[in-house]
């Protein structure tokens, strides 16, 4: 093959693949999700899992009672302002505040402490509900290392 026509075909390759890239990245949502955004992705995540797992109406309920205890988790870590500009506020000056930090960690801590119980105790509904073969595949699931799992694309 002539030196000019591999090259072209190269720089054809590369350049297709870093459109691709940029197009693949290109469409996620920049900032916090919305309330409708985080609603809909629950809904979608909630079919997806019950229809990977075939689950009964019972444990789709008990499913949904997890996924929005995750959500009020999500919110309450959150908190009520934005993360982003909490961070930049401890290093806004020529030190970091320490005690700005501290306080703002020990929120988040509380956040956990105070929300895990629920969490736990609504994943342990949902999982204890589910039938042998249900369990194995959500253990197959958490065994395999791919990107995205049930909540991918595909």
């Known amino acids: 093959m002539k030196p000019w026509i591999k090259r072209t075909v190269i720089g054809a390759f590369i350049g297709v693949v870093t459109l691709g890239g940029l197009a693949a990245c290109g469409h996620r949502p920049h900032g916090p999700m919305s ?34 205890e995750l959500i009020a ?37 509380q956040a956990v402490q105070s929300g895990s119980p629920k969490v736990i105790a609504a994943l342990g509904d949902f999982y204890d509900s589910l039938n042998p073969e249900q369990q194995a595949k959500v253990r ?8 995205g799992g049930w909540w991918g694309r595909g």
């Open 73 to 109: 988790q999500r919110q309450a870590m959150r908190g009520s302002a934005e993360p982003k500009a909490e961070l930049q506020s401890l290093i806004a000056g020529p030190t970091l505040d320490r005690s700005k930090a501290q306080a703002w960690l020990d929120q988040k801590t």
């Open 140 to 147: 197959q699931f958490m065994s395999e290392r791919r990107h």
């Open 35 to 68: 309330d409708e955004q985080v609603t809909a992705m629950r809904g979608k995540a909630v079919d997806r899992i019950a229809g990977k797992l075939d689950l009964t109406e019972a444990q789709k309920a008990k499913l949904g009672v997890l996924a929005d």
